[in-house]
C-alpha cells in the first residue's frame, strides 16, 4: 500500500499494527471497517460513524443492522460504492453531527464493567447457594 500512487490531494500513510487506535478514532470523522464487534464498540463510544464494508459470516452480519438501525453508518462492499457514501458523509457536517450522536446513543461505554459485575453477582450468588446447600445437610 505504501507503493500505491493515490492521486494528487490524497495522503495516504500506512501505519500496520499500532497501539493508539483510539486516537486515530478520536481525531477521525468516518471509519471504514469491517463489521467486527470490538471496532464498532470502540468507534460509537467516540462517536464515529462507520462505513461497513465486510463481515464474517454469521459472527458478525448481525453487526450490520445494528449499525444501520441505529443511524451511524451504512454497509456496501462495493468500493466505488464506499466511496460515494464517505464523500457524501464528509460533504455533510449536518449529517456527521447526526451520525455522530446516533453512534454515541448506541455507544454502551461502561459494558464490560457490568458485564464483570453481572459475573460476579452471579458467582457471588452461585457460593450462596452452595453454603446453603452444605449447611442443610
Request: one cysteine or more; glycine letters at 8%.
Amino acid at each position: 500500500m505504501s507503493s500505491k500512487e493515490w492521486g494528487e490531494g490524497i495522503n495516504v500513510e500506512v501505519k500496520g499494527f499500532v497501539n493508539n487506535m483510539d486516537e486515530f478514532m478520536r481525531s477521525s470523522d468516518v471509519i471504514v471497517t469491517k463489521a467486527g464487534p470490538g471496532t464498532i464498540a470502540e468507534a460509537s463510544i467516540c462517536g464515529l460513524p462507520c462505513m461497513l464494508s465486510s463481515y464474517l459470516p454469521g459472527q458478525e452480519e448481525g453487526n450490520v443492522p445494528f449499525v444501520e438501525d441505529a443511524g451511524f453508518g451504512a454497509y456496501s462492499g462495493n468500493p466505488t460504492k464506499i466511496a460515494d457514501t464517505v464523500s457524501t458523509w464528509l460533504s455533510s457536517p449536518e449529517m456527521l453531527s447526526s451520525m455522530k450522536e446516533a453512534a454515541l446513543e448506541a455507544a454502551r461505554p461502561s459494558a464490560t464493567v457490568d458485564i464483570a459485575k453481572d459475573l460476579a453477582a452471579m458467582l457471588f450468588e452461585h457460593k450462596n447457594k452452595q453454603k446453603q446447600a452444605a449447611g442443610a445437610e
